[in-house]
């Protein structure tokens, strides 16, 4: 299992033989695919990597409504609006899982935000694209929430119990956002040619954003191969990339609509697609704050944590009056 892992990803990680004789036991109930639980032992490394990531993922849910929030007084019908909305609450839902997964670890969802805000804890670089057409919200739906399943179906398996049980119903709400997407698109397709032409240009523009949301190629990946070894992540940036481009291309063609890249060719012996070199560049100007809606992202969550400090601060003041009567009457 080790080789493996240290071969797709490039990097070491400690050996059995160099684990202290805790490490050695929690690396043992890992690699048995015995889940690790909020009391159990874990060594530091382990924990700070589930917070961070976990966060990071918590935050991009939350992050995420926004793109997709601009658009729902907008939706051309009613049904697509309340589908919309459907699909934005579910969202929220989804950060609070994975918040409550992350408190498992010793850290706080006051915490957790202060270090978004302070620019120390990321979310996805997705989400700092701005979404200009309706076709925009059916891009989303099937490209954007179909990476995200392609990342998070094998989070499922994480070996972190709390994590991997909140990945359990996130998917499957996932599934629904993907279908709903490609629905949008499969309208679009069949309407009229400037609909048609609206579909493709949310292609366009969608397509190489989505593939960057796997993260930078595993030479690059910092986390990838420790992450691995420690049955956090089961697949490395490159392989889900693949996955999804070798799932998508063909859905693509379905809907009569050409994948922006002119290198993308069907490759019979790897049994995949090739495709074109990704923008890195801008990927990482991106994660450095210099995307398009960063700043709009960043204001629009200080703006909300702002508003709401009446209310934390309410909670607060109820807690305190609640534990004095508690004292007081004992
Ligand atoms: N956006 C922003 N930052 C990214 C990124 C992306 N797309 N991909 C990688 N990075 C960051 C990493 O966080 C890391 O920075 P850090 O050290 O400051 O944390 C750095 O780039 C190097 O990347 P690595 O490959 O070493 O990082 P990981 O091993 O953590 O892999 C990941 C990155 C694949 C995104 C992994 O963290 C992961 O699987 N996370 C869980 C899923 C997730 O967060 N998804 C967000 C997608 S959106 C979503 O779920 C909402 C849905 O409704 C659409």
Redesign the pocket.
Known sequence: MYAQEVKSTGKAVKSLEEMTPEERVFQTRIDADIKIEPKDWMPEGYRKTLV??IS??AH??IV?QLPEGNWITRAPTLDRKAILLAKVQD?AG?GLYLYCAAETLGVSRDQMTEQLLAGKA?????FNYPTLTWADIGAIGWL??GA?IM??VP?QRCSYGPYSRAMIRICKE?SF?QRQGYDIMMKLVKGTPEQKAMAQDALNRWWQPSL?????PDAD????AQ?MAWGI?QNS?DELRQKFVDQTVPQATYLGLTVPDPDLKWNEEKGGYDFGEIDWNEFFEV?KGNGPCNKERMEARRKAWDDGAWFRDGLMAHAEKRAARKIAAE
């Open positions: 961070r990531q990071q993922h991009s849910e995420g969202e989804h990321k979310y996805s670089s997705i954007v929430d995200a990342n998070q989070l996932e956002h960057m949301m796997f993260g930078p990946s910092i986390h990838s992450s992540k940036n994660l």
